[in-house]
């Protein structure tokens, strides 16, 4: 068995930003010459997630139009007394900070439909880092 890592930085824009890391992951997981095992995705911070879905304009924005519904910037929160972004501590909460990918005779395991993207909640643009994880033989 073996554990391999690496490490993705990029910049995002600011809030609701979707950054698609799919191709990254699938060079990682190529380059990495595991033949079965996990791939692991894992955004280090408060205010980011990690996200599977489609790659499609108008469902990306379908899905910032949620975000924003479920979990508005405008309403008053408590944590708002010490910075403006409790609404993106709690829509990163909702999303999640990690997801795990199969990978299966050398390939990453994901639906047709299904892209791999870092969602950016915080308020400002960003320096971000993903984590990437493979265990696996």
């Known amino acids: 068995m073996v ?8 910049s995002t824009k600011g809030e609701i930003d979707l950054v698609d890391i799919t191709r990254e992951v699938e060079k990682f997981v190529e380059e ?5 095992g996990i791939v692991l995705v ?3 911070g408060a205010t980011g997630a990690i996200v599977a879905i489609e790659h499609e ?3 990306l924005e379908d899905f910032k139009r949620f975000l924003r519904e479920v979990i508005p910037r405008e309403r008053s929160y408590l944590h708002n007394r010490f910075d ?3 609404h993106s501590h709690l829509r990163a909460t909702l999303l999640g900070p990690s ?3 199969p990978i299966i005779d050398g390939r990453l395991v994901r639906g047709t439909w299904q892209q791999i ?3 950016e909640l915080d308020t400002r643009p960003r320096s971000r880092r993903v984590i990437l994880q493979i265990v696996g033989e």
């Open 3 to 10: 554990v391999i890592s690496k490490e993705l930085r990029f």
């Open 32 to 36: 990495s010459n595991v033949k079965n």
């Open 42 to 44: 894992f955004v280090p």
């Open 57 to 59: 304009e108008g469902l």
């Open 84 to 86: 403006d972004n409790a």
């Open 99 to 101: 997801l795990a990918f």
């Open 117 to 119: 993207f870092f969602v």
